[in-house]
Every structure is written in C-alpha cells, then in structure tokens.
C-alpha cells in the first residue's frame, strides 16, 4: 500500500497483536484499543487505528477529517494510500465543497457504503464514508470529523464489514474526542496556572510569584557568597492621577510602565507587580542600580497620558548589606523609595 499525507510519524508505537491484511476483526479492535489506551498523540492513535481497519478490510486509500470546533471547518489529520503530491488538492476539493461525498457526511452524519468513484489516477474505485459521531453535553451528539476508506475497482460491503468499519469509525471519533478533552484540560490548567502566578493587568509575576523568587535568591546568594538586588519601582503622582483622569487612563499608565520594565531587564532578572503602583525587580547580582537607571531611562521616552507626564522613583536594597532574607529586603528598598525627594530618583537603602 502506497503511504503519504499526515500523521505517518508512530514508529516505536508496539501493540500486542500483529495486524495486516486478512486480520481478524477482534485483532483489528485490540490494536485500536490499544491505541486509545498508550498512544501519547492523537497522530498515532489514528495511525494505528486506520491503518488496522484499512488492513483488514483491504482498503486501497483511508483519509480521517476533523470538524475544526473553532472555525467550523473541517481539517485533514491523516492520509493513507495517497500520494503525497496528491493530498494538498484532495484536502482542498474536500474542505471548500460541501457537496463533496466526505464533506457531506461530516454534514449530515448518514454517510455512505459502496460509493462509486474514481481514483486520482482515473481508474474507478468503490468508497465509504462513515461520520464519527460522539455523545456531546447534555447527551447531544455531536459529529468530530469523517473517516473514508476507498478500494480499487468494485468492493461490495456485506453486513460483517459494514459492522467492523462501524466500530473503526467509533474508536477514531473516541480518539478524537478523548485528546480533545485533554488537550483542552491541559490548556486550562496552564491558565490557571499563569493566572495563579501572573498579574492580570501587566501580564507581569505577581506579589506571590515575586516573593518566592526572592526567597529562592536569596538562598541561593547565601550558599554561593554571591549578591542579589531588589528594586522598587514607585510610580510618581499616581493615585492622585488616577483619581482624576480615572482607572482607564490610571490601567493605561500601567501598562506602559510595565512594559519598559519588561524590555529593559536581563533574562536572569524577575520583574513583577506588587501593588496598585508599585513594581519589584529582583536581580541575582549587584547590577540593580544599573538596570533601574536604565528603567527610569526608558520611562522617560514614554509619551504622556492625558497630559501627564510618567515618572517613577526607584528604591534598591541588595543582599546581603541591606538585610538577611526576602521581607527585610523588600522593606528597606519601599524605605528607600519614600526617602526620595524628587521624582525619577534612584535612592539606594543604607545610603
């Protein structure tokens, strides 16, 4: 059988049954059982199951469309059979025509035995459609895709057939569906995760994330004999600007502020709000000073919101002159920033 198209890649992939052609239907639901329960990919999880049921049933050609829940298309996850040259326009007759006997099943979930057609090559071939329908919410079905099947010439399917391709359409939909739901499980967790972790405003570390970081330097520093520095950012006037040109311009200053901080540290450094207007850099090392100059420095090219020119004042304490852990440390640099008498200051605690 001539191979190409997607989802090819599932070398190292061993069930524990042997199956080719004239396989045995329990053999043919092993190996797709199998796949649901060790494959690590949806690629390989289909590849197996496909290529099973295409081996058992002699099937020339195989090709699985997923219905794209976003976009409500549909997409080409795997190729059997086809040439490689082939798959880009064959996808693309299948996708842009409704009309199109696989486009249609995926539309009005019937499907089709014993279609009648012709191969690429012109020769006439026989083909299945067959819509992979699972149980959505609320027990509504919900169809996730076509798997289609062709064979050289004519292929009569009986009722023995006719129930094995069933069952192979029914294990490619559950794969579908069960990576879906992990996949989709797994993005969430990573939201929740960055939502646990970030400030929603600035997309910065929040005072949480800040503060374990702090810690963990800090031991660090302790055991290697090495410096860290903290600076506090303060942004000068804001809560009387705030109050008086509102939070949309207070959030847009925010941002903007947090945004010249986040190009103008080092990849060592950890930047992160801790507050309504209050930004804390911790930087393994003793280039503090150096990195809040260049801060202060880009914050000054920024362009003024409703007339209000942006200006912060930064405080630095470093370990382990100014303190002996995190709490400590963070105090004498907010110390520091109120010892500031002019905006745009830099005041280094202890000095």
Request: with cysteine; glycine share 10%; hydrophobic share 50%.
């Amino acid at each position: 059988m001539a191979e190409g198209g997607r989802g090819r890649s599932w070398e190292g992939f061993v069930t524990d049954t042997s199956v080719g052609a004239g396989s045995s239907p329990l053999s043919v639901l092993s190996a797709g059982a199998a796949a649901l329960a060790r494959a690590n990919d949806l690629d390989t999880a289909l590849a197996v199951i496909v290529e099973a049921g295409a081996a058992a049933t002699g099937a020339a050609t195989a090709a699985v469309f997923a219905q794209d829940p976003d976009r409500n298309t549909l997409e080409l996850l795997l190729t059997l059979g086809i040439a490689d040259d082939e798959v880009a326009a064959y996808e693309a007759d299948v996708v842009a025509n409704p009309d199109h006997p696989v486009h249609h099943a995926a539309l009005d979930r019937s499907g089709s035995l014993g279609r009648q057609g012709t191969a690429a090559d012109g020769s006439p071939m026989t083909g299945a459609d067959l819509p992979l329908v699972v149980s959505g919410s609320d027990t509504v079905e919900a169809c996730v895709g076509v798997l289609t099947l062709g064979w050289a010439g004519d292929h009569a399917v009986d009722a023995s057939e006719e129930a094995l391709l069933v069952a192979i359409a029914d294990l490619a939909a559950a794969a579908i569906a069960m990576f879906r739901t992990t996949s989709m499980a797994t993005e969430r967790a990573e939201w929740l995760e960055r939502v646990a972790l970030t400030d929603p405003l600035t997309g910065l570390a929040n005072a949480r994330t800040v503060a374990r970081v702090l810690e963990l330097e800090v031991a660090r520093a302790q055991r290697q004999g090495t410096e860290v520095s903290v600076a506090l950012f303060d942004v000068d006037a804001f809560r009387a600007f705030n109050e008086t040109a509102g939070s949309r311009a207070g959030d847009q200053v925010l941002r903007q502020v947090a945004s010249v901080l986040a190009s103008s540290v080092r990849l060592v450094d950890t930047l992160g709000r801790t507050g309504g207007d209050e930004f804390v850099l911790v930087a393994p090392g003793s280039a503090g000073v150096t990195v809040a100059r260049r801060i202060i420095d880009g914050i000054a090219k920024l362009e003024a919101v409703d007339d209000h020119t942006i200006t912060v004042s930064a405080g630095v304490a470093r370990f382990p002159q100014d303190g002996q852990d995190a709490e400590v440390l963070l105090a004498a640099a907010r110390a520091a920033v109120a010892a500031g008498s002019e905006p745009a200051a830099i005041v280094e605690a202890g000095r």
